[in-house]
Nanobody, 115 residues
Framework: QVQLVESGGGLVQAGGSLSLSCAAS????????MGWYRQAPGRQRELVAAITSGGRTNYADSVKGRFSISRDNAKNTMYLQMNSLKPEDTAIYYCQMTGWGGLYWGQGTQVTVSS
């Protein structure tokens, strides 16, 4: 079984920054598909950013230029740096990794941006 443990959420004012981390309990070297999703109240979960094993990234239009996804294979950790945060970024953020024979989600971390 694989566990993904997220950290770094919190409350921030609009225009501020937060950094999220997602630590896996197994090596992520071979994991090609990983990303961050978010779900706001009353809305469907949506992809925020994704990164491949080769470092190729993909972002939702709403976060392009403000968010940056990265991974550190040596630490088995994926990151999401969020800058210029807006109230509409408020949501529960989840990390996801596909590999090790399955699809795994983190427990979620709340990000709240006040206006």
């Amino acid at each position: 079984q694989v566990q993904l443990v997220e950290s770094g959420g919190g409350l921030v004012q609009a225009g501020g920054s937060l950094s999220l981390s997602c630590a896996a309990s197994r090596s992520i070297v071979s994991i090609n598909a990983m990303g961050w999703y978010r779900q706001a109240p009353g809305r469907q979960r949506e992809l925020v950013a994704a990164i491949t094993s080769g470092g190729r990234t993909n972002y939702a239009d709403s976060v392009k230029g403000r968010f940056s996804i990265s991974r550190d294979n040596a630490k088995n950790t994926m990151y999401l740096q969020m800058n210029s945060l807006k109230p509409e970024d408020t949501a529960i953020y989840y990390c996801q990794m596909t590999g090790w024979g399955g699809l795994y989600w983190g427990q979620g971390t709340q990000v709240t941006v006040s206006s």
